[in-house]
């Protein structure tokens, strides 16, 4: 089995920062792209940002300039350190994994993570 865990999530003060992470864990052979996805209440879910195997990134405009992704290969550990957070990036956080497993390549969504930016 593969797992997916989000972390990191909170109540922030607009302004604020915080760093969410994305590990997955289980039976994998290699790791491809990681993304982030968010999805406020009554909204689409929207990409955020991601990240490819060779450390390509790719990011929202609405983030770009004050959200970066990363990850840590040995770690199987995607994180998205958040700055200048803004009330309009209060959602549900979650990411997911492109991934190859024992016989095929697969995705793996995680539970996600609530971020809350309010005074």
């Known amino acids: 089995q593969v797992h997916v865990v989000e972390s990191g999530g909170g109540l922030v003060q607009p302004g604020g920062s915080l760093r969410l992470s994305c590990t997955i864990s289980?039976?994998?052979?290699?790791?491809?792209?990681m993304t982030w996805y968010r999805q406020a209440p009554g909204k689409q879910r929207e990409l955020v940002a991601d990240i490819t195997s060779g450390g390509a990134t790719n990011y929202a405009d609405s983030v770009k300039g004050r959200f970066t992704v990363s990850r840590d290969n040995a770690k199987n550990t995607m994180y998205l350190q958040m700055n200048s957070l803004k009330p309009e990036d209060t959602a549900v956080y979650s990411c997911?994994?492109?991934?190859?497993?024992?016989?095929?390549?697969?995705?793996?969504w995680g539970q996600g993570t609530q971020v809350t930016v309010s005074s």
């Open positions: 289980g039976r994998i052979r290699s790791i491809n792209t």
């Open positions: 997911t994994v492109d991934y190859v497993g024992l016989v095929s390549r697969r995705s793996a």
